[in-house]
């Protein structure tokens, strides 16, 4: 059993499907998930006045969470400094997945320091300064210098295939 199956596990299954496929074992998202699927993880968060924000950010997922950089003065950024509450989406191979939680700010040290070593070990050259990240550059969306880092921690996530097997399935994760 990997990291992130030990991290994050199925405790209640529903089959959503209305067609009469089963369900869908949480093991099929988790299997590329844990493996670093690659894909654009989408944000969604809410603003103050209750309107829902959309954007891509850079993640990983680690150990059963999902790891992201955005700048304080992102709207992204903002809202999560008011509501913890969002959703991450991603599409995996033959699995669209969208997951419920709530993402914090790391400020500890040791965690700090070690995913910026696991985003500079894919290519965005970030380090830690000053309880953030920094680097030369990062995405348009993350806003300027310094970044800070969040942990989003998974609750309720849904999947729907686009592949076969085929099937719409809610996974209520701890």
Known sequence: MSQGSKAVSAVKEKN????GDKPIPWSRALEQLDAGASGTYWLATT???GRPHVAAVGALWIEGRIYFVTGARTRKGRNLAQNASCVI???????DLVIEGS??????????RRLAKRYADQGWPARVSDGAFTAEYSAPSAGPPPWDLYVFTPTTAFGVATAEPNGATRWRLR
Not at 16 to 19: E, F, G, K, P, T
Not at 89 to 95: Q, R
Not at 103 to 112: F, G, I
């Open 89 to 95: 989406s991603i599409a995996l191979k033959g699995l």
């Open 103 to 112: 993402a914090v700010k790391v400020t500890d040290e040791p965690t700090l």
């Open 47 to 49: 603003r103050p006045d």
């Open 16 to 19: 959503l499907d209305i067609y």
